[in-house]
């Protein structure tokens, strides 16, 4: 064998040698970066869990944002401020039934001193006049001489004499509503005692002129001297707040 070939064999077998070794350094590389990867990240995951017992960083933040958003904000603001509300929420309503009740009670006391009673035969005094026109009228003015206001009743049912009915009203006098006398106030109503032109009928002379009250009293008037001449044209004008309504009839 010539010299040259055999520098060549040595030459082969030393590169065949050194591609054997690199291909088994290339293959334990490979197991020594493949191998410890999986190793690197269960041992994090393991350092991981058991670190988050022992309160590591990451543990404690999940922590402090739970207690933050459920304690604080949860707790602490939404049920305050929800039992804040419902406290203010339960003493308005209380105040605001106290106040409505409180505003009941004094309506009915005062719609109850806005109405006023019935007049009577000694709250009221009566008298008569003769009246300058029209002819053959009568005046009556009803004075409140008690403390209290009254309301006088429709109209007079005025009985002169012995007279067993009451004289008819005039429906054309009635006014919107009673005639109510405060205290020294007067009001008036008209009579009407016999016809002018004579046509009238059973007439008769009287002195003596009665007043009943819806409260069964019953007030005693005096005529004018000399009594008055009454016949079937008697009647009667509702009362009247002004003396010269009481005498357009």
Known sequence: ?????????????????????????????????????PDSAASATAD???????????GDTG?????????????????????????????SGSNSGSDAAAGTDAGSDGSDADVPGECSASDVQITAANAPRPINHLLLTATNTGAKTCALPQYPAARFGEAQSVPPVAESSKPQSLTTLAPGESGYAGVRL???????????ETNTLTIPFEDGSVATVKLPAGGVYVDTALTVTYW?????NALEY
């Open 63 to 91: 922590k402090t944002g739970s207690t933050g958003s459920t304690g604080s904000t949860g707790s602490n603001g939404s049920n305050g401020s929800a039992g804040k509300d419902n406290a203010s929420g339960s003493g």
């Open 240 to 244: 009247q707040t002004d003396a010269s």
């Open 194 to 204: 016999s016809s002018g032109d004579g046509s009238g009928e059973n007439g008769y």
């Open 1 to 37: 064998m010539s010299a040259r070939r055999i520098t060549r064999t040595r030459l082969f077998a030393a590169t065949t040698v050194a591609l054997a070794a690199l291909s088994l350094t290339a293959c334990e590389g490979d197991e020594l970066t493949g191998s410890p990867a």
């Open 48 to 58: 991981a869990n058991n670190a988050r017992p022992a309160g590591s960083a990451k």
